[in-house]
């Protein structure tokens, strides 16, 4: 899942992307209504978070702005002002939800999710395939019964790569769907994170390289050509972030910070 956060208060700002980075969701942050129609014009966001009270654009007018460019991405407006009249306005004025400040970060993730859910196909809550078992609300990985511990960043990939139901997942849409818009595929963070995660997956390889294009998750049965090796070319790729089974211990990946995991 990929979020922009519109909020003009950095410290506020910062610590909400911190705290959805530690859940495993892709957070870039815009300081401005224009600074956040630039990002939407040319990346896809899940949801945004959007700061009613903006100086300068006010964000009503980015709301009616997004709304009127009919983007899939879904808009969680936050506002100090908490009376049903202004709740009422601001979901007139096209926003998905609403979320007066202060709030417990607890629902503001859960809003989050909830409205990310919406921004995609339904799918189960329990992604099921090779024996893989992801459960997206416990946050919890299994392989033929053996629970995993994985980083952030791996977690996001497998469930990019089990939402995929099979298809090819190109390296370049990992970055787009799982890391922040500074990350490059030529950084190799997408052939890092994969490698770990092959690792802690296990034999029979179960994530497939397809030559060119990208990745997939096969059925684990056999190693299957390309298997484990590097995908050629911008579209094919593997960086990192902690997610536990009931007994799991987070993982030294560089791109945590510590004390991370729900």
Not at 73 to 78: A, D, E, F, V
Not at 114 to 142: H, N, S
């Amino acid at each position: 899942m990929r979020v922009l956060v519109v909020e003009d208060e950095e410290f506020l700002a910062g610590m909400i992307a911190e705290g959805l980075r530690r859940d495993a969701v892709a957070v870039d942050i815009a300081p401005d209504g224009p600074a956040a129609l630039d990002r939407l014009r040319f990346g896809a966001y899940d949801v945004m978070i959007l700061d009613r009270d903006l100086p300068g654009l006010h964000g009503d007018e980015v709301c009616r702005r997004v709304v009127g460019m009919r983007l899939l991405t879904r808009i969680l407006m936050l506002t100090a002002s908490g009376t049903v009249r202004d709740r009422v306005a601001g979901l007139g004025l096209g926003a998905d939800d609403y979320l007066t400040k202060p709030f417990a970060y607890d629902e503001l993730l859960a809003r989050v999710l909830a409205l990310g859910r919406r921004a995609r196909p339904a799918l189960p809550p329990v992604l099921e395939r090779a024996g893989l078992t992801l459960d997206t609300a416990r946050r919890q990985v299994c392989r033929d019964g053996r629970y995993l511990s994985l980083s952030r960043k791996e977690f996001a990939v497998l469930e990019t790569l089990l939402r995929a139901e099979g298809a090819v997942v190109s390296g370049d849409d990992l970055i787009e769907e799982v890391w922040e818009e500074d990350t490059s595929y030529r950084t190799n963070a997408v052939r890092v994170t994969l490698s770990k995660l092959r690792a802690k997956l296990g034999a029979p390889p179960v994530v497939e390289t397809v030559p060119g294009a990208g990745y997939r998750i096969g059925d684990g049965l056999a190693d299957g050509p390309g298997s484990q090796g590097p995908a050629s070319g911008p579209g094919g790729g593997d960086a990192a972030g902690p997610v536990h089974g009931p007994a799991g211990q987070p993982d030294d990946g560089s791109a945590d910070r510590p004390g991370e995991g729900r």
